[in-house]
Each structure stands twice: as C-alpha cells, then as structure tokens.
C-alpha cells in the first residue's frame, strides 16, 4: 500500500498570505489529522477530519482550517501568515486494527513565512 | 491539560549498547502508548505500539508498559548509529484515540 502523501513538500510565503496544503490519506484510511511542528512547542494537534467532518479540534486559532472530501483526501487552510507560522505540518492517517487506531504520518510540508 | 513527559536528552550511548528510553503520562485511563521515531528532516515513523502491561518485543526494539506507575519505556538493544534520531512517546487521552505527544529525547549512538 502506498503511504500518507503530502503536497507541497516545501513552500515559501510572507506575512499576509494565505497557504493550502493537501494529505492523501492511505488508501481505506478515513480518518485524516493535521499537526503543526515546531522545536519549541513540538508535535501539536491541529484537527482531524472522519467521513467529511471535524471531529477534534485542537487549541489553534481560527486562521486554521481544514476539510475533508469523499475521497478522504484533505486539505488544511492558513489564512493571514505570520511568522510564527513557520513549522513542519504533519499528517496523519488512522488505521483501525482491532479496536484501536495507530497514526500513521506523511513526509509533511515544511513551510517558512518570510 | 494531558501532559506526556520525556526527558529531552540527548542521550549519547555507545554502538552495541542498551539505550533506555523513558516516558511518563499523567492521564491514568490510557489505554494505548506509541512510540515513533524521527530523524532530523523527516516525519515521525511508527516503531512500537503497546496496550498492556509488561513489555513486548519487537527485534532490537522491547517496550515496557507500567500503568500503576504511569510509565511506558523503549529499549533498543545492541544500539546502532543508524539509530540516532528524536523519539517521540505518543499516548492518546482516556476516551481519545488522538494522541498527545511527548517533546521527543534526541539519542545519539557512537560509533
């Protein structure tokens, strides 16, 4: 089975600007989450999204968004950068095995806000 | 707050020795511990999973479970530097499966 994809792998942008990244979740997997990492504050919980819907949500600020489409394909959505924003943005597919779920994580995006 | 608590490290261990990898977790009704692996540059690897208590092995790898003392260990026997990187102790809440990661102890095999 092919892994989590991720697109873009790199991306540059300034202040102001808004960003879209996309996660292809492994093929069957339809839960998808979003971290934000950072070497000061670490691996952080963005969201995730199950069948199209939010369904945890993490204490980010509403220039944050995500969505999920039928295909279990998402995207998630930063609106007005700031610097602070820089970080590698990881996500996440959950397999159920059992009656357990186990993440499994994509390349990320590394993004830097210039 | 959940909190996940690693010592941040690095740990420097020769080649072919023990390494002993520790994390503590605060929410007593957690049911599943994770372990992953990054290296500098790269998206966490998934290593070690375990759910009850005692340890289980997995090749070179062996992770211990102790839910009365809330703590959950990786062992890497027979250290390799391919096995210098950060590793990240994941522990999903009591009625969650989204895990709340550790800071990561950054380990150092030399040769």
């Known amino acids: 089975k092919a892994g989590v994809t991720q697109t873009p792998r790199y991306l540059i942008k300034t202040r102001g600007q808004q960003v879209t990244l996309s996660c292809s979740p492994i093929?069957?997997?339809?839960?998808v989450s979003w971290y934000q990492q950072t070497p000061g504050q670490g691996l952080q919980f963005l969201f995730e999204?199950?069948?199209?819907?939010?369904?945890n949500k993490g204490n980010f600020p509403g220039r944050f968004s995500g969505r999920q489409f039928s295909n279990s394909r998402s995207e998630m959505n930063v609106s007005t950068l700031e610097l602070g924003d820089s970080a590698l943005y990881l996500c996440?597919?959950?397999?159920?095995?059992?009656?357990?779920?186990?993440?499994?994580f994509g390349p990320g995006t590394r993004l830097l806000v210039l | 707050q959940k909190e996940v608590e690693q010592n941040s490290g690095p740990l420097s261990v020769p080649e072919g020795a023990i390494a002993s990898l520790n994390c503590t977790y605060s929410?007593?009704?957690?049911?599943?511990f994770f372990w992953y692996r990054q290296y500098s540059g790269k998206s966490p690897e998934l290593i070690m999973s375990?759910?009850?208590?005692g340890d289980k092995e997995d090749g070179r790898f062996t992770a211990q479970l102790n839910k009365a003392s809330q703590y959950v260990s990786l062992l890497i026997r027979d250290s390799q530097p391919s096995d210098s990187a950060t590793y990240l102790c994941?522990?999903?809440?009591?009625?969650?499966?989204?895990?709340?990661f550790g800071r990561g102890t950054s380990l150092i095999v030399h040769p």
């Open positions: 929410d007593r009704v957690s049911q599943s």
């Open positions: 994941a522990v999903p809440s009591g009625g969650s499966y989204i895990p709340t």
């Open positions: 093929s069957g997997h339809r839960s």
């Open positions: 375990i759910y009850s208590n």
């Open positions: 996440a597919s959950s397999a159920i095995e059992g009656t357990r779920e186990t993440q499994y």
């Open positions: 999204y199950f069948s199209e819907t939010q369904r």
